[in-house]
């Protein structure tokens, strides 16, 4: 496995008892779980629930613990304990970095639990499909939505690229790397004049 930013491995595996391919599959629930999590904790804090806000909380403290996101974890932790003492400024505050973090984790995950879809093999790219799917990433890459950007870009690498497309494609894959959405939605721009 390769080397996760924001994630200690050792602890990770120590939670799987030393199993490398269960911990590849709690990273992989841990992501699909994602989404909905960062959403439920986006609309409890919205709507100041503190119940569900302090329940959501404590999951993503206790799992991001499991998979050795410590900082995460923390970060989480002080969140869940001011939402329990009703301290609602500072959770409002807390909020967008909590969910930011997540997000990074999320993005650090990405590759190792994307390896063995990559090794299968590609199908030829349908035009239309490509299409559909750009035209998704450059609203999610708007909204700036990490994971869902993250996951139409997986799906776009299942298809077998050639020439300008695998470029774009490249090109794509190595500006979410390094959260450069200005020069993703550049690269997606230029790829659907030419799809």
Known sequence: MNPMEGIDMAVGLEYAGGDEELYREILADYMECAREQTEAI???AAE???EAYTIEVHSLKSTSRT????ELSNMARKLEQSSRNQ???TVRAGTPALLAAYRQICLAIKPNIACEEQESEKKPADPTVVCGLLAELDACLEEFDAIRAEEITA???LFEHTGASAEYL????LALHRFEYETCREVVSQWRGRA
């Not at 490249?170 to 894959?173: Q, R």
């Open 67 to 70: 998979i050795g996101a410590l």
């Open 170 to 173: 490249d090109k794509l894959v």
């Open 48 to 50: 100041e629930d503190h």
């Open 42 to 44: 986006e609309r409890a």
């Open 87 to 89: 301290e609602w400024e």
């Open 155 to 157: 799906q776009l690498g």
